[in-house]
């Protein structure tokens, strides 16, 4: 079985779309719990939250990577930030088994891609993504690493992303406005 995760209700087709790599594909995981973070985008929740207007392409958060194991690791970049992306937010799992892999690699384990559309096996509810997520950690499924257990060496790290990732954002106005939101500390003087 493959998972896809949506915002969307009723997809009986899912339809490849332009991602952060530019190109069109879905994306898809061999398990369930490495698509929870799909549920919630963090900029697009936070910039509606805020009532910032965009009608452009949403830039992706993703606040995760992989422990040496292969299980997914989520980071907290920020004070809260899981609550904040994902407390409250409901969405979809895709199921499926049929898909035409595109042979696009990402850097998640388990993950595969298909250029093409593929049909919807099932679909479950997942009423709110923030207690998905801490289901998933407590089962032993994945991690988190909580904002306050950042070594000095990861905020140091944090800290010369986000100021890179803020000066390269200029086409995207929504991301900045993200940023600044919570990360204005680190942003400090760049602001335009």
């Avoid at 969405?91 to 690699?105: A, E, L, P």
């Avoid at 479950?124 to 089962?139: G, K, R």
Wanted: hydrophobic share 35%.
């Amino acid at each position: 079985m493959l998972y896809h995760a949506s915002a969307t209700p009723n997809i009986s087709i899912l339809e490849p779309r332009i991602s952060n790599h530019g190109i069109p594909l879905l994306y898809f995981s061999k398990k369930r719990e490495n698509v929870l973070v799909y549920l919630s985008n963090a900029i697009e929740k936070y910039c509606r939250e805020t009532g910032f207007r965009y009608h452009g392409t949403w830039k992706k958060w993703g606040p995760y990577g992989f422990n040496k194991d292969g299980t997914q690791r989520i980071e907290e970049y920020y004070p809260d930030a899981l609550i904040k992306a994902y407390q409250g937010v409901s969405g979809y799992i895709y199921y499926t088994d049929d898909v035409d892999d595109s042979g696009f690699r990402t850097n998640s384990p388990d993950a595969v891609t298909s250029s093409k559309p593929v049909p919807v096996k099932c679909v479950e509810f997942v009423s709110d993504a923030f207690e998905a997520i801490l289901q998933a950690e407590a089962a032993g499924l994945i991690s988190i690493l909580r904002y306050e257990e950042q070594t000095e060496q990861m905020r140091e790290w944090n800290r010369r992303t986000i100021r890179q990732e803020y000066r390269e954002a200029v086409d995207h106005p929504e991301y900045r406005h993200f940023l600044l939101g919570n990360f204005a500390d680190l942003i400090e003087g760049m602001v335009d």
